[in-house]
T-cell receptor, first 115, second 112 residues
Framework: ETGVTQSPTHLIKTRGQQVTLRCSSQSGHNTVSWYQQALGQGPQFIFQYYREEENGRGNFPPRFSGLQFPNYSSELNVNALELDDSALYLC??????????????FGPGTRLTVL | GENVEQHPSTLSVQEGDSAVIKCTYSDSASNYFPWYKQELGKRPQLIIDIRSNVGEKKDQRIAVTLNKTAKHFSLHITETQPEDSAVYFCAAQSGGYQKVTFGTGTKLQVIP
């Protein structure tokens, strides 16, 4: 596998709650990207962190935020959960950040269900 | 921003035949085009990629072509096998915008 891990594997929350998803990047990779994949759709880019700084963002509202730590771990936080936030959340690590074209290695994802 | 369209959405081929998936992109600044294979319940896995300074790249049964003028790129799988059955995604990375845009996916079914 890729060496990228995510936790938890599944999560159920109710509308309005907050959630934190975690990712552990491949050792030595300074970049982590987060994606939202709704059922039957392609992954949607949320944002990327490079050396603990946000390095690019997709069309997601500010209630989606992130953190990256020096030990190659990172978090995706979502506040005020909405039903449409139900999706598979994927993280991907790479050596360098955008605009480099380094290969991204995906984690197995966290399946979030919002009721 | 970038917009990536992918066709077809589903594709059925007989084992041993070829499969072709096509994508178009809108941002002329896009410079990197990876293709991912995603099996049911699993993570996307990179199968091949191409950069904007190259027109074609091949890796065994898989090839990708890029036409920068027309802003389209294609995935070609020859001698398909049942284990090629999966959803395939194209993606485009823009050098101008700091983001990666995926296509909507093609569900490939290889019939034994």
């Amino acid at each position: 596998e890729t060496g990228v891990t995510q936790s938890p594997t599944h999560l159920i929350k109710t509308r309005g709650q907050q959630v934190t998803l975690r990712c552990s990047s491949q050792s030595g990779h300074n970049t982590v990207s987060w994606y939202q994949q709704a059922l039957g759709q392609g992954p949607q880019f949320i944002f990327q962190y490079y050396r603990e700084e946000e390095n690019g963002r997709g069309n997601f509202p500010p209630r989606f935020s992130g953190l990256q730590f020096p030990n190659y771990s990172s978090e995706l936080n979502v506040n005020a959960l909405e039903l449409d936030d139900s999706a598979l959340y994927l993280c991907a690590s790479s050596l360098r950040g955008l605009p480099s074209t380094d290969t991204q290695y995906f984690g197995p994802g966290t399946r979030l269900t919002v009721l | 921003g970038e917009n990536v369209e992918q066709h077809p959405s589903t594709l059925s081929v007989q084992e041993g035949d070829s499969a072709v998936i096509k994508c178009t992109y809108s941002d002329s600044a896009s410079n990197y085009f990876p293709w991912y294979k995603q099996e049911l319940g699993k993570r996307p896995q990179l199968i091949i990629d191409i950069r904007s300074n190259v027109g074609e790249k091949k890796d065994q049964r898989i090839a990708v072509t890029l036409n920068k003028t027309a802003k389209h790129f294609s995935l070609h799988i020859t001698e398909t096998q049942p284990e090629d059955s999966a959803v395939y995604f194209c993606a485009a990375q823009s050098g101008g915008y700091q983001k990666v845009t995926f296509g909507t996916g093609t569900k490939l079914q290889v019939i034994p």
